[in-house]
Every structure is written in C-alpha cells, then in structure tokens.
C-alpha cells in the first residue's frame, strides 16, 4: 500500500507541491493496520488504494488520500489536532501516531462507538472522540494547532477557522459536490488566514451545518 502511494504521489507531484510525501506519513500508515477500521466483509481489500464502505454511506477515504492530507497539515510531536469526520477511526489513529493529542469530532453516533472500541483496541490512548455536529467543532479544546476536514462543505465553516490557532493550519475539502478542492487554510500570527487549493477531490458532503451546536457525548 505504501509502496503504491509513493509512486502516485511522484505523479501528483506538481498538484501537491512536492516531489515526495513525508517519510513521518508513510511509517505512520505503514504501522496503523488499516484493516482493523473496516468493516469484516471489506477487510480483504483493506490495503487496496480506493475508497471503502463503512456503512451509513460513508466512506473510509482511499489511502492516497490521507497521506497527502496528513502530509499537508505538516504534524509535529507536541501538536493538539482536530479532526472533523471520525468514521471508524483510521485516520484518527495516523494522526495519533505523529501528533500529541486528537480530538475527533462524528455526528452519527454508531461509528463514533465503534471508532472508540478500534482505537482502544489498537492503543491510541491520545485520541478523543465525541458524537456532535462537526462544523462546530469542539469548542471546549479550542484552539488547535492543526485541523483536518473529512467531508466537504460548500465552504470552510466559520467556527473551524476560529478554533484554529495563530500560525496553524486546517486541511478541509471544499466547493460544490461536482467541483470540490482540497484546500489548505494557514492562520497567520495575526489572525489573517490565507487558503491554497491543491487538487480536485470527491468527498461525502459535511453534514450539520444546519444543524445545533455539536453536543458531547
């Protein structure tokens, strides 16, 4: 599966930016066992490069694309992330391999459960995930050194820009179902935040955002 990303990757290059993703990234994917966060009836083809059903209508994203968003938000050591869209925990737990601590944020309840009992099976005793409405974010942990997005609004939602920290940085898709980007947001030590699209994308839409605030588990 690693093998399989770096090689895409180098054909990507231009869109993403760079000539090679992260070394971090790719141990990282490389030590998380993606076929523990499926479902038991796709598990054979969980290091398979494509998308997989996690029931609900969603999706765990195909693994290229965690790499190349994990590797945009440029994950240090010591960093708290928030993660909006939790599935069944995959991501999540990449995150916990290269960052301090993860709070992760899914609105329907069942796989917020089943990401839990994954995620502790596995030893990611630095992820929190509660059930809630994921435009709001967690505002209780507020503000984060970096954020990632998992499914796609129209555009970036308000609160996830002011939960982020000064100097951070969200990686989210974006745009109308049939023209969605993934953009990279950075906040400047002022405040100001500037956005960058990187390359066209296909994500579930981001549900909630006519929704209450996000309530915890």
């Known amino acids: 599966m690693v093998g399989a990303i770096r090689v895409i990757a180098k054909h990507l290059a231009a869109e993403i930016g ?17 076929h523990e ?16 059903p996690i029931g609900f209508d969603k999706t765990i994203s195909q693994p290229l ?6 590797d945009l938000l440029e994950l240090e050591p010591d960093d708290v992330v928030l993660e909006i869209g939790t599935g069944l925990g995959y991501q999540s737990a990449v995150l916990a391999e290269l960052a301090g601590k993860v709070y992760s944020v ?3 309840e069942e796989l917020a459960q089943r990401a839990v009992q994954r995620l502790k099976r596995e030893g990611y005793a630095n992820v929190e995930v509660h ?4 435009y709001f974010g967690w505002p209780e942990h507020a503000p984060f050194d970096k954020v990632i997005v998992t499914a796609a609004p129209d555009l970036i939602p308000p609160p ?18 049939d023209a969605q980007k993934l953009v990279v947001a950075d906040k400047d030590v002022n405040g100001k935040v500037g956005t960058k699209e990187i ?6 839409l981001l549900e909630g955002s006519d929704q209450p605030s996000a309530r915890p588990s």
Not at 37 to 52: C, D, G, M, Q, S
Not at 131 to 134: A, E, K, L, P, Q
Not at 199 to 204: A, D, E, H, K, N
Request: aromatic fraction near 6%.
């Open 131 to 134: 059930v809630g409405n994921g």
């Open 160 to 177: 996830l820009i002011n939960q982020l920290k000064a100097g951070g940085r969200m990686v989210v898709p974006g745009g109308l179902p």
């Open 18 to 34: 760079k000539t090679a993703l992260d070394d971090r990234v790719l141990r990282a994917m490389a030590k998380v066992p993606r």
């Open 106 to 108: 899914e609105i329907i």
């Open 37 to 52: 966060f499926v479902p038991v009836e796709v598990k054979p083809y969980a290091y398979l490069n494509r998308p997989l």
């Open 199 to 204: 390359m066209r994308v296909l994500f579930s």
């Open 65 to 70: 694309m965690v790499a190349v968003m994990t």
